[in-house]
């Protein structure tokens, strides 16, 4: 039961490079998330997927792209990454709760450093 | 708007003394809680929630909290801390929003136990 799997667990980056934090989810889930995590500042949603088809924007989006693959599969791009999106990345998936009830399943994280 | 303040950056308790960690929220209907921990180069794992009923519920590991709506807290409990306790501690406030279950993070408290 592998939950919510992510990739790469650790990168360095060069200010201006690209690249794409991957993450897929097996547990049947339509909404997916992807939250930064920052000392002192808890986690924070960059974007959010409600279901296989549909995005949007959280409460940091700037600097980011996602893509919603399929069901499972849910990608966070930085096309130009910059010393300020160094931060651990988290993805997270939830069922369809009602009303806030979904509890959400949380992948490792992938500790992103921009030099 | 609302939000979850956890006033204690850091705590340090000695192994098997008790633990009280503080979350507050801000929130104008009946809320959904749930606390999260996080070991060390992991992701979020959920210690319980809090949707109705009973308000004092119990978690994974020993753990439980208590919801007062008067004083719009949801603290968590532990009766003797163990050294595998230590970890960071995230209370969240889960609510719909725009069609997708949202979690609104606080900042979360460190716990370092003693041995």
């Known amino acids: 039961n592998a939950g919510v799997t992510q990739t790469p667990k650790f990168q360095v980056l060069k200010t201006g490079q690209s690249m794409t934090l991957q993450c897929a989810q097996d547990m049947n889930h339509n909404s997916m998330y992807w939250y930064r995590q920052d000392p002192g500042m808890g986690l924070r949603l960059i974007y959010y997927s409600a279901s296989e088809g549909t995005t949007d924007k959280g409460e940091v989006p700037n600097g980011y792209n996602v893509s919603r693959l399929n069901k499972r599969e849910f990608s966070l791009r930085l096309e130009s990454a910059a010393p300020s999106q160094t931060s651990v990345y988290f993805c997270a998936s939830s069922g369809l709760g009602t009303g806030g009830r979904g509890e959400a399943f949380f992948g490792q994280g992938t500790r992103l450093t921009v030099v | 708007a609302q939000s979850v303040t956890q006033p204690d950056i850091h705590i340090t308790v000695s192994e098997g003394a008790s633990l009280e960690l503080r979350c507050n929220y801000s929130?104008?209907?009946?809320?959904?809680l749930f606390w999260y921990v996080q070991s060390p180069g992991q992701g979020l794992q959920l210690l319980l929630k809090?949707?109705?009923?009973?308000?004092l519920v119990q978690g994974i590991k020993g753990f439980e909290a208590e919801f007062k709506r008067s004083q719009s807290s949801f603290n968590l409990r532990k009766p003797s801390v163990h050294w595998s306790d230590a970890a960071e501690y995230f209370c969240?406030?889960?609510?719909?929003?725009?069609?997708?279950?949202?979690?609104?993070f606080g900042a979360g408290t460190r716990l370092a136990v003693h041995p």
């Open positions: 809090y949707f109705s009923g009973d308000t």
């Open positions: 929130y104008g209907a009946t809320p959904y």
């Open positions: 969240a406030v889960g609510l719909l929003s725009g069609g997708y279950n949202k979690l609104i």
